[in-house]
């Protein structure tokens, strides 16, 4: 299953590397793509939205499900 979310507040490649890494330790991810560009993260696995979008506010980001 794939799931696209909206992410707010990244602005350089760290912000990056720590919301993947957030997304990646969330039980039932098996991959996310991060795009600085496009604000967004892809998510491929069976994760439910609620714990990945609370792991990419715990980072200190926003973020929602598009």
Request: net charge negative; hydrophobic share 45%.
């Given at each position: 299953?794939?799931t696209?979310l909206?992410?707010?507040?990244?602005?350089?490649?760290?912000?990056?590397?720590?919301?993947?890494?957030?997304?990646?330790?969330?039980?039932?991810?098996e991959a996310?793509e991060?795009?600085?560009?496009?604000?967004r993260?892809?998510?491929?696995?069976?994760?439910?939205?609620?714990?990945?979008?609370?792991?990419?506010?715990?980072?200190?980001?926003?973020?929602?499900?598009?």
């Open positions: 299953m794939e696209k909206k992410v707010t507040g990244m602005t350089c490649m760290h912000c990056v590397g720590a919301v993947k890494k957030a997304l990646q330790q969330v039980p039932g991810v996310a991060v795009s600085l560009e496009e604000g993260a892809v998510v491929t696995g069976t994760a439910d939205v609620a714990s990945m979008v609370a792991a990419i506010k715990e980072e200190g980001y926003g973020a929602e499900a598009q």
